[in-house]
């Protein structure tokens, strides 16, 4: 059974840093790509960033590049997104997602993921 599950989420003051987990099972895991994904209430999803477990190459939109840092540990099977200077418009729920061998870019963020997790809350405090 696939699983991920995200933690790290927290209550932050502007200007702030947080690192999220996505701890994955249930798959062969450097067969997969893991994004992150953020919605909050009334908005679209959006794509944040993601991750190649096989070549590591890497995506971020342009909201977040330059603040957020998309990390993956094949050994733990996890992926870390380090987010700093954290402004009160990042805060949404942010889940990962994960789907085999799909190309980290722009227009796979937009697309159905095969997986995801369930969600952490990020709220940034102006």
């Known amino acids: 059974e696939v699983q991920l599950v995200e933690s790290g989420g927290g209550l932050v003051p502007a200007g702030g840093s947080l690192r999220l987990s996505c701890a994955a099972s249930?798959?062969?895991?450097?067969?997969?790509?893991i994004g992150w994904f953020r919605q909050a209430p009334g908005k679209e999803r959006e794509g944040v960033s993601c991750i190649s477990s096989s070549n590591h190459r890497t995506y971020y939109s342009d909201s977040v590049k330059g603040r957020f840092t998309i990390s993956s540990d094949n050994v733990k099977n996890t992926v870390y997104l380090q987010m700093n200077s954290l402004k009160p418009e990042d805060t949404a729920v942010y889940y990962c997602?994960?789907?085999?061998?799909?190309?980290?870019?722009?227009?796979?963020?937009?697309?159905?993921?095969?997986?995801r997790g369930q969600g952490t809350q990020v709220t940034v405090s102006s």
């Open positions: 997602a994960s789907d085999t061998y799909r190309d980290c870019d722009q227009v796979n963020m937009v697309l159905p993921w095969d997986y």
């Open positions: 249930g798959f062969t895991f450097n067969e997969h790509t």
